[in-house]
């Protein structure tokens, strides 16, 4: 297969691209390939200077100061990461943080075991309402069969997980009326 671009020599490289929803490969000789993806970088080595996942070139970055994709920041980095450090101060993003002794306060604990013990509470809520349901299916099962006494010994199953949910859940009430009470 010739190249795509000059048209005389074998095309040895290819660049795969997606337009319009659609995969589209070119093809290079190692000539055209190097002159239009390769740049030489200051360390004397070769960096690629268009991003192989979304097309994005090291001078639309420079024009745009956006990358195109997630893989333009390693593909690219030779070319990004003065400007990178010239707008954030750092080569890589640190975010907002609090001060480090925060971490060490009651207050962070608590708030950070509330939010454990809220989650996990709500996923077992999720569990039992999906048991719940599920018994419902299969009495309305056995009850569109005439299978009635199969029914209510699912049903009798029902009300006991209903009422042990209810006893439990007037202790965790009780207790945590209690601790706040203490506090």
């Not at 002159?35 to 200051?42: A, D, G, R, T």
């Not at 268009?50 to 997630?70: D, M, Q």
């Not at 608590?110 to 599920?134: G, L, S």
């Amino acid at each position: 297969m010739r190249c795509g671009h000059c048209g005389r020599n074998q095309a040895t490289k290819t660049y795969e691209q997606i337009k319009g929803n659609k995969k589209v490969v070119e093809y290079y000789c190692m000539e055209c390939y190097e002159q239009l993806f390769l740049s030489l970088s200051k360390s004397g080595e070769n960096a690629l200077s268009v991003c192989p996942y979304c097309g994005t070139s090291l001078e639309e970055f420079r024009a745009s100061k956006l990358v195109g994709c997630a893989h333009c920041y390693r593909t690219l980095q030779e070319g990004i990461t003065p400007t990178i450090v010239k707008m954030q101060g750092e080569r890589a993003h640190t975010g907002k943080t609090p001060p480090l002794d925060f971490f060490e306060t009651d207050d962070y604990l608590r708030a950070e075991f509330a939010e454990v013990d809220f989650r996990a509470r709500a996923m077992e809520k999720a569990r039992f309402e999906r048991q719940c349901n599920e018994l419902e299916t299969i009495i309305a099962k056995l009850k569109a069969e005439d299978n009635y006494e199969d029914a209510k010994g699912y049903a009798d199953k029902l009300s006991l997980m209903r009422s042990n949910l209810a006893i439990e859940e007037e202790f965790v009430w009780r207790t945590q009326r209690n601790s706040s009470k203490r506090s």
